[in-house]
């Protein structure tokens, strides 16, 4: 990657992405474990990792969203921010003239 422009944009992607695969794990935990997941170690390893993503999207949203919808809002907002920095990728390869 000649611009490191492209490079930090796709770490950013990746970030987003990881958080959101976790987010995903978690919600798939959840249905699968059910009432006892809070006592699953690896649910537990889940919401740790996601907690300070979760603690972003409270910050930004408004107190009308309740906490027990806050990990569908997350994951959905940051499924467009992955969106937004692919397309943000994609314009600065072709303001560069590189192929990404």
């Known amino acids: ?3 490191p422009a492209v ?3 796709s770490a950013l992607r990746s970030l987003v992405e990881v958080a959101g695969l ?7 935990l959840t249905l699968i474990v059910g ?3 809070e006592k699953n ?3 537990q390893l889940f919401q740790l990792l996601t ?3 979760i603690r972003i999207a409270r910050a930004i949203t408004p107190r009308v969203v309740i906490d027990r919808h806050l990990p569908f809002v997350t994951f ?4 467009w921010l992955w969106i ?5 990728r994609q314009s600065v390869c072709l303001a560069s003239q590189l192929a990404c």
């Open 84 to 88: 937004a920095l692919a397309y943000a």
């Open 76 to 79: 959905f907002l940051l499924f």
């Open 22 to 28: 976790f987010l995903l794990g978690q919600g798939i």
């Open 1 to 3: 990657m000649d611009n």
């Open 7 to 9: 490079f930090v944009i």
């Open 41 to 43: 170690v690896i649910y």
């Open 35 to 37: 009432a006892r997941r």
């Open 51 to 53: 907690r300070p993503v």
